[in-house]
Nanobody, 115 residues
Framework: QVQLVESGGGLVQPGGSLRLSCAAS????????MAWFRQAPQKGRELVAA???????NYSDSVKGRFTISRDNAKNTVFLQMDSLKSEDTAVYYC?????????WGEGTLVTVSS
């Protein structure tokens, strides 16, 4: 049974930082491509950052230079370091695992950027 469990969300002031974690179980983590998506109120889900099984990364233009995605295959965990947070980063952040036609999602963690 595949499980992705996100943690690390919360309330942070503009300009602050948060680090999200996603712990995976039930998959051979090291061969999966991992990603973070987010969904803001009244908006669709969008890709934030992705990391391949070989460690290649890509980012949406809106977070490039501020967010960093990484993975620890020994701990079956993917991270999202978020710096210089803005109010428009407020959203539920979801972890995604993908391999060929298989997709799995976590239940999400809420990030609120507000003073």
């Amino acid at each position: 049974q595949v499980q992705l469990v996100e943690s690390g969300g919360g309330l942070v002031q503009p300009g602050g930082s948060l680090r999200l974690s996603c712990a995976a179980s039930g998959i051979l983590f090291r061969i999966y491509h991992m990603a973070w998506f987010r969904q803001a109120p009244q908006k669709g889900r969008e890709l934030v950052a992705a990391i391949t099984s070989t460690g290649n990364t890509n980012y949406s233009d809106s977070v490039k230079g501020r967010f960093t995605i990484s993975r620890d295959n020994a701990k079956n965990t993917v991270f999202l370091q978020m710096d210089s947070l803005k109010s428009e980063d407020t959203a539920v952040y979801y972890c995604n695992a993908r391999l060929n036609d298989f997709n799995a999602w976590g239940e999400g963690t809420l990030v609120t950027v507000s003073s």
